[in-house]
Every structure is written in structure tokens, then in C-alpha cells.
């Protein structure tokens, strides 16, 4: 059964930077593109951006020169890094499967990050 | 980006109506249109992709259309575990984008 596994702090610094890891069981992470997205109760879904294992990332435009993604195949891992980060994105991030229909079909929980000091 | 219009913001049913929902995208594209429900507190559960592709274990009372920019989710004999939040996500293009989201409420 997959599963994807949120994790990293619930509390940012306002100017500091957001860390998360996704940690995937039940399947490689060599078979599949995963995203992360984000819900904040002003925007609803976002997606923010999707790895590849290859090392391939894309990001939404809107986070691009914040962001970085990255993926460890030997950990089973992909990761996201969000620097100077404002109360606007405090939020919901989830981590995400890519299926084959273009579509999202497996996800984290959800992590919560507050953006406060 | 391609916006996703979402109809309506919430709706008001009973157990057994029908419930219809449309997102209509700002361009022409694809049917890359998936679907999602979420309950509170949850994740997004993906319903449909593709446009009228049901995933699978979806309940059959789930269904999905297309017709030029706009896409439909109907959700025919409503059950209450069916009372929850939708959502539309085109993957024409990047960034993929979501609709505002629809909340199914008990009437």
C-alpha cells in the first residue's frame, strides 16, 4: 500500500526557511513524479511544484525564486525548501503522487506550517 | 495559468438528490481534468482524472463529462458520507491550478 509521509517543523520564522520532507513507502520513488501542494484558507489549493527522480523539477511560477525541490532515491525522499518566507504561506502542505492520468492519487496527511514569531 | 471556474460555492441536498457540480477552464485545452473530494480535516481523495475516468474503488455514483472548457462532476443518489468539500485540477498545463472548490451540504 503507498504511503506518503509528511514532516518538518509546524513553526517558521517569519524571513526564515520553511523545510519539509515527504517520505514514501510502499512504492519506489523511481516510478513516479510527486508534487507537493498547499491549502491556506485565502487560496484554497496551490500547487507548488513537482520532483522527478531523475532530479527534474518544476515549480509554480509564483513560489519559483523562493523554492527549492530535491529528491534522495536512497532515502525514498523528495524535499522542499521555501526561503523568506511571510504569514502568506502559512498552510496546509501536502505531498502527492502523480498518477498516470495526470492526476494526484496518492497523499500525505497534510503538515500545517505557521508562519509567526 | 489557466483558471478554474468552480460552480457552485456550496449546495444544499438531501440524501438520494442528484448533485451537479462544473468547473469551466479560462482556455481551450485537453481533458486533463481530475476531481477530488475532501472531508474535513483529510486530504483530497481523488474521484476522477482525465475527465470522466473513475478511479479506482470510487463508488459508481460518481461521474464526470466534458464539453469544450467546461467539465462536470455529478454525484447522483447522494449518501452522507458523500457530504464533504470538491475540487477540479486541470493538468493541461503548468502550473496546475484548482478550482475554488464546492461544499456539499446537508440539507
Known amino acids: 500500500q503507498v504511503q506518503l509521509q509528511e514532516s518538518g517543523p509546524g513553526l517558521v520564522r517569519p524571513s526564515e526557511t520553511l523545510s519539509l520532507t515527504c517520505t514514501v513507502s510502499?512504492?519506489?520513488?523511481?516510478?513516479?513524479?510527486f508534487s507537493w501542494i498547499r491549502q491556506s484558507p485565502g487560496k484554497g489549493l496551490e500547487w507548488v511544484g513537482y520532483?522527478?527522480?531523475?532530479?527534474?523539477?518544476n515549480s509554480n511560477p509564483s513560489l519559483k525564486s523562493r523554492l527549492t525541490l530535491s529528491i534522495d532515491t536512497s532515502k525514498n525522499q523528495f524535499s522542499l525548501k521555501l526561503n523568506s518566507v511571510t504569514a502568506a504561506d502559512t498552510a496546509i502542505y501536502y505531498c502527492?503522487?502523480?498518477?498516470?492520468?495526470?492526476?494526484?492519487?496518492?497523499w500525505g496527511q497534510g503538515t500545517l506550517v505557521t508562519v509567526s514569531s | 495559468d489557466i483558471q478554474m471556474t468552480q460552480s457552485p460555492s456550496s449546495v444544499s441536498a438531501s440524501v438520494g438528490d442528484r448533485v451537479t457540480i462544473t468547473c469551466r477552464a479560462s482556455?481551450?485545452?485537453?481533458?486533463?481534468v481530475s476531481w477530488y473530494q475532501q472531508r474535513p480535516g483529510t486530504a483530497p481523495k481523488l474521484l476522477i482524472y482525465a475527465g470522466f475516468t473513475m478511479e479506482s474503488g470510487v463508488p459508481s455514483r460518481f461521474s464526470g463529462s466534458a464539453s469544450g472548457t467546461d467539465f462536470t462532476l455529478t454525484i447522483n443518489n447522494l449518501q452522507p458520507e458523500d457530504f464533504a468539500t470538491y475540487y477540479c485540477q486541470q493538468a493541461n498545463s503548468f502550473p496546475w491550478t484548482f478550482g475554488q472548490g464546492t461544499k456539499v451540504e446537508i440539507k
Open positions: 482556455q481551450e485545452s485537453s481533458s486533463w
Open positions: 502527492a503522487r502523480h498518477s498516470g492520468g495526470a492526476a494526484l492519487d496518492y
Open positions: 520532483v522527478y527522480y531523475s532530479g527534474t523539477t
Open positions: 510502499g512504492d519506489s520513488i523511481n516510478t513516479h513524479y
